[in-house]
């Protein structure tokens, strides 16, 4: 079965760090780009960061200002985001998702269940 | 930054309906539109492709249209499993992706 499996969220207090998961099942994990892309509670998507099949075409919101490292281990299956300097705003249950392709404009065709992050003292 | 507007909001509708949900760019995406499906708790699952491509194992009561800024996202004759949430998503400005703000589909 091909599958996307989050993990690493929690609750974390404003200007902390918090490291997300993503593991991939059921496909040749480094033939695809990975996307991440978050929810605000209550609100639509938001596309976060991409990071290409090969790790080396990385491209981020304009919004993150930074703040957000991703990154991906293709012998472990596995993609990761680095958040620093968290804010409130940055509360959101975080998706991962794969592209159609390796890189380029496609869609995301698989998706994560996503993962919680609570930025809040 | 390339807008995606979609309407409506919110759309009420009976089983057996036919529905149509509208998306708007802010400029031409050629036909770089997808649309998604989303359940409250759940992840998005890839309905439609290139503005009119179904996506693998996606029911033919799904059907898209449209190019350059407006598209739309037609269900032929709803069926319960269909009450949900739908986004529209242009990239053509790869690597810069965004997403329309939603339409809830709801029972009447």
């Known amino acids: 079965e091909v599958q996307l499996v989050e993990s690493g969220g929690g609750v974390v207090q404003p200007g902390g760090s918090l490291r997300l998961s993503c593991t991939a099942s059921?496909?040749?994990?480094?033939?695809?780009?990975i996307h991440w892309v978050r929810q605000a509670p209550g609100k639509g998507l938001e596309w976060v960061s991409v990071?290409?099949?090969?790790?080396?075409?990385?491209y981020y919101a304009d919004s993150l200002k930074g703040r957000f490292t991703i990154s991906r281990d293709n012998n472990k299956r596995s993609l990761y985001l680095l958040m620093n300097h968290l804010r409130p705003e940055d509360t959101a249950l975080y998706f991962c998702?794969?592209?159609?392709?390796?890189?380029?404009?496609?869609?995301?065709?698989?998706w994560g269940q996503g993962t919680m992050v609570t930025v809040s003292s | 930054d390339i807008q995606m507007t979609q309407s409506p909001s919110t759309l009420s509708a009976s089983v057996g309906d036919r529905v149509t949900i509208t998306c708007r760019a802010s400029?031409?995406?050629?036909?770089?539109l997808a649309w998604y499906q989303q359940k409250p708790g759940k992840a998005p699952k890839l309905l439609i492709y290139?503005?009119?491509t179904l996506q693998s194992g996606v029911s033919s009561r799904f059907s898209g249209s449209g190019s350059e800024t407006d598209f739309t996202l037609t269900i032929s004759s709803l069926q319960p499993d269909d009450f949900a949430t739908y986004y529209c998503?242009?990239?053509?400005?790869?690597?810069?992706?965004?997403f329309g703000q939603g339409t809830k589909l709801e029972i009447k």
């Open positions: 059921g496909f040749t994990f480094h033939d695809y780009a």
């Open positions: 400029q031409t995406i050629s036909d770089f």
């Open positions: 990071i290409g099949a090969d790790g080396d075409d990385i």
């Open positions: 290139r503005a009119s």
């Open positions: 998503q242009q990239y053509n400005s790869y690597p810069l992706y965004t």
């Open positions: 998702a794969k592209d159609q392709a390796e890189m380029g404009a496609n869609p995301f065709d698989i």
